[in-house]
């Protein structure tokens, strides 16, 4: 059964930091493995998706990172901003499964 | 196309009653996707359709649970006699399938808010 689980579960930084959010999972036999941003009461926005086979991908200010055999992903978030603050989740696409699974999602809050 | 679109935002019933929710995914995404979340918690799989054929369903889809995709394009999901527990965002998620490559990015809409009084 994959299990995914996101650290921590909630992180407060002042403006303008450098932070990383991690994501690990249990069962390395995934597709891919996806990052989402979701805003309160709202649904989700897709920030970032990593195949199985690589091990980054950048978008602007953000680089997710994908160790699949160690089953674990981190989400850098560089310069950040108040603009940042919403709740961070991640999902893997399991093989042979066509659902994803997501972790509970680690809040995120800039202060300006 | 701007999205997924999902109608209604927000329903509010009276336990006991049925509800409706659809969801428009973008148009050329032929898989389709049910998740329920509840305050705090990440996205739960209910169900998928691939094209009109609905695929898979979670053991999280009781029996007062059906989800429809008729023509392969939009999505109803039905609640026959709510229950309070059943008060949870529900969220529509669309992707494609081309070939045997399933890795492609999933697109969500903006959820139905469902609350059970």
């Known amino acids: 059964k994959q299990e995914v689980t996101q650290i921590p579960a909630a992180l407060s930084v002042p403006e303008g930091e450098n932070l990383v959010l991690n994501c690990s999972f249990t069962d390395s036999a995934i597709y891919n493995l996806q990052w989402f941003r979701q805003d309160p009461g709202k649904g989700l926005t897709s920030l970032l998706l990593?195949?199985?086979?690589?091990r980054e991908q950048t978008s602007g200010r953000l680089n997710a990172s994908l160790d699949k055999s160690s089953g674990r992903s981190t989400l850098y978030i560089a310069a950040s901003q108040p603009g940042d603050s919403a709740t961070y989740l991640c999902a893997v696409r399991r093989l042979y499964n066509n659902d994803m699974r997501f972790g509970a999602g680690t809040r995120l809050t800039v202060k300006p | 196309d701007t999205g997924v679109s999902q109608d209604p935002r927000h329903k509010i019933t009276k336990r006991g009653q049925n509800v409706t929710f659809r969801c428009d995914p973008i148009s050329e995404h032929n898989r389709l996707y049910w998740y329920r979340q509840t305050l705090g918690q990440g996205p739960e799989f209910l169900t998928y359709f691939q094209n009109e054929a609905q695929l898979e369903k979670s053991r999280l889809l009781s029996d007062r649970f059906s989800a429809e995709r008729p023509k392969g394009s939009f999505s109803t999901l039905e609640i026959q006699r709510t229950e309070q527990g059943d008060s949870a965002m529900y969220l529509c998620?669309?992707?494609?399938?081309?070939?045997?490559?399933?890795?492609?990015?999933?697109?969500f809409g903006q959820g139905t808010r469902l609350t059970v009084v």
């Open positions: 990593i195949q199985s086979s690589q």
């Open positions: 998620a669309s992707s494609i399938r081309q070939g045997q490559d399933m890795n492609t990015e999933a697109f």
